[in-house]
């Protein structure tokens, strides 16, 4: 048995967090005495952990004078002034203290990196986790003064695991480092998932509808999706778009819906799996990703999938064998839509398929891969 920590931002409703929740109750399962630490309070997820898992809440240093200044924190150092100034030890000993453990996990760039790579534990085994495409995500340099630090941090650690073969070679073309490389994709709790999909939610399909789930953020492109959803509605294309989550985008996205009453939003949602199980296509529409755990979801659920050419779904779905791929764009998601809309024998290709996708996503071939970078 292994004494794990892993450091992270938070556990509000997302796909990473998601991610988080499930390897570590795997992990629990397995014997292993786990323990997640969020920097943030936010944990709308805290209550799908295990009994078994140990959840800790350490807040950000209070600022010597007083207070947190918001305008820094969020638009110069993400996370505060005096995580990027302080030594990557110094943080260590702040949010980690004194407990010892046998593995240490940075489990999302940034800051929860630059905590593990001070380490002062040198018996532990330091894993760092790599959930985006390098070349198009921000946050990378957070809390750091420079990216040559960045790399330095990367350095300090034993292996680095990157949720989808295009994140890996992203981050050895940024980062470096490829001796310490390896590629391991998202767990999915398979069985979990379709159980949870069979209880019942506030939306009842009506027509043709298509279902995205996903933080209202800027990098999931859901502007994008409304503006392809209105031009085919401008069409008398009878269809329509559910969007499943909340976000610092919402108020714009709303604003650029109005007046569109096919298009919902419901919000975020512990259990999406409802919505996205009655969804006739589900839609990926980020302009990147690293490995976007809903699009597998979807698969497991059965529901047929359109996503944008971005790091992760075009894996996930095999370049195009169990599901379309469309340019990584507005105009590519209209046309993709359209073009399945009009061929719903090839829609029904591709629900076929999904079954046997599903089955690529092996929770305990996965959780042994894991266990092996540090047994």
């Known amino acids: 048995m292994k004494k794990i920590l892993f450091v992270l931002p938070w556990l509000a409703i997302g796909g990473l967090e998601r991610v988080q929740v499930n390897l570590a109750n795997a992990l629990a399962e397995t014997g292993h005495d786990v323990t997640i630490l969020t920097l943030n309070p936010q944990a709308d997820l805290k209550g799908e952990l295990s009994p078994k898992v140990h959840y800790r809440y350490k807040p950000y240093k209070p600022h010597p004078i007083g207070g947190r200044i918001p305008y820094i924190r969020h638009k110069l150092y993400d996370d505060g002034m005096w995580e990027t100034r302080a030594s990557a030890k110094k943080l260590y000993r702040y949010y980690v203290g004194k407990e010892k453990f046998d593995v240490e996990i940075g489990f999302f760039r940034g800051l929860s990196v630059k905590i593990i790579s001070g380490s002062t534990n040198p018996r532990s085994v330091k894993l760092a986790w790599v959930h985006n495409d390098f070349h198009q995500c921000g946050g990378i340099a957070n809390n750091f003064k420079s990216m040559a630090a960045v790399q330095k941090a990367y350095g300090k650690y034993d292996r680095i695991v990157c949720v989808s073969d295009r994140a890996k070679q992203s981050f050895e073309e940024v980062i470096g480092h490829s001796e310490k490389t390896i590629r391991i994709y998202n767990l999915q709790p398979i069985e979990r998932i379709v159980e949870m999909g069979k209880q019942s939610c506030n939306a009842r399909k009506e027509k043709f509808t298509l279902v ?26 009878d269809l329509a778009l559910w969007l499943v989550g909340g976000g610092e985008e919402e108020k714009n996205l709303r604003e650029l819906a109005a007046g569109d009453e096919n298009i919902r939003f419901f919000g975020a949602q512990p259990n999406p799996y409802p919505y996205m199980r009655q969804a006739d296509l589900y839609i990926c529409s980020s302009r990147y990703e690293g490995f976007n755990l809903t699009v597998a979801e979807a698969l497991i659920l059965g529901v047929p999938v359109l996503s944008t050419d971005c790091t992760g779904p075009t894996e996930i779905l095999d370049g195009g064998k169990y599901g379309m791929i469309c340019e990584n764009s507005e105009e590519g998601l209209y046309r993709g839509i359209k073009e399945l809309l009009e061929a ?32």
């Open 212 to 237: 995205s789930a996903g933080r209202l953020n800027t990098q999931k492109g859901y502007d994008r999706l409304i503006g392809a959803v209105k031009r085919l509605h401008a069409e008398g294309n």
């Open 344 to 375: 719903p024998d090839q829609l029904k290709e591709y629900k076929n398929k999904t079954q046997e996708r599903a089955a690529f996503f092996d929770a305990d071939e996965i959780v042994k891969q894991v266990i092996a970078l540090f047994e």
